[in-house]
Each structure stands twice: as structure tokens, then as C-alpha cells.
């Protein structure tokens, strides 16, 4: 399979600090709660992070259990993170972003519990968010003005 391009356009709302983002055609409103800032109109930055990396536990669990023998009745994935706003606030000399992130995997499955634990293994290997989250070699920014007519 060839190199796919994920891409999203974020566009600000004109509200505040809430933003929207087009997703493959999909809108989500970005926004934070009232304490920094926003009218918590939708999930904050920070809050999608989480979700990705639980979403992307689960699209895996569900697309790998056939391959391991695993019966799936259901699955969930509790994700959670420190981040502390006074990093990102630049009031304190701590990191602007997740300190530690936390999650754990629920499976409901009546299969036994190697096969569940050999899926859960697989997952944990190949997660691309969970990759992602480990770093990225490279993030480039290109700072780009709007041209005037």
C-alpha cells in the first residue's frame, strides 16, 4: 500500500476561541471550556487527542480480533491525561503539553484469555496514534498570509 495523506482544514469560528475543522468532508467544532477561554461549544484540542488515540484502539481491536481468534461483543477504551495550563499559559516553567497519558482497554469477549491478551499485544504494536503520540520526527509549520486582492 502507498503513503496515504490525512489532512484537516481548522478554520476559526469567529466566536471566541472556537474553531471548526473539516474532516474528509466532516465538520467538528473545536472550542474550550469556559475556565480557559472558550463556551465549550465542543471537545478542546487536547480532548481530540485523547479521543483519537481511543478511537484508534478501537478501530484496530474490532479490525484485528477475527485475525486472533477473538469473539468481540464489545470494546472501550478509557483514555486520560495530565496537562497542566500553566505550560501553555507560559505562568510556569512546565510543559505545554500531556505530561502522561493513560488508557485502558475494556473488551467484552467470551474467547480465552491469551488470544485476547495476543490481540491486545498486536494493537498495542501497531496503533499509529499511540506511534504518533511517541513523536514525531518532523512537524513543520508554513506561515502563510492571505493574499490581497
Not at 502522561?100 to 501497531?126: G, T
Request: glycine share 10%.
Amino acid at each position: 500500500m502507498t503513503k496515504q495523506i490525512f489532512s484537516s482544514d481548522v478554520t476559526w469560528s469567529g466566536e471566541g476561541v472556537a474553531s471548526v475543522a473539516d474532516i474528509n468532508g466532516k465538520q467538528v467544532t473545536i472550542d474550550e471550556p469556559e475556565n480557559l477561554g472558550g463556551t465549550d461549544q465542543g471537545p478542546n484540542p487536547v480532548e481530540l487527542i485523547l479521543a483519537g488515540l481511543g478511537g484508534c484502539i478501537n478501530v484496530l481491536v474490532s479490525s484485528f480480533a477475527k485475525l486472533h481468534g477473538v469473539e468481540l461483543k464489545g470494546s472501550r477504551v478509557h483514555v486520560e491525561g495530565d496537562l497542566d495550563p500553566d505550560g501553555f499559559l507560559e505562568k510556569a516553567d512546565v510543559r505545554p503539553g500531556f505530561q502522561e497519558i493513560r488508557y485502558q482497554i475494556e473488551i467484552d469477549s467470551p474467547s480465552a484469555p491469551e488470544k485476547i491478551e495476543a490481540l491486545i499485544e498486536h494493537v498495542e504494536r501497531v496503533c499509529p496514534v499511540k506511534d504518533t503520540l511517541k513523536g514525531v520526527p518532523t512537524v513543520a509549520m508554513t506561515a502563510k498570509q492571505p493574499s490581497e486582492s
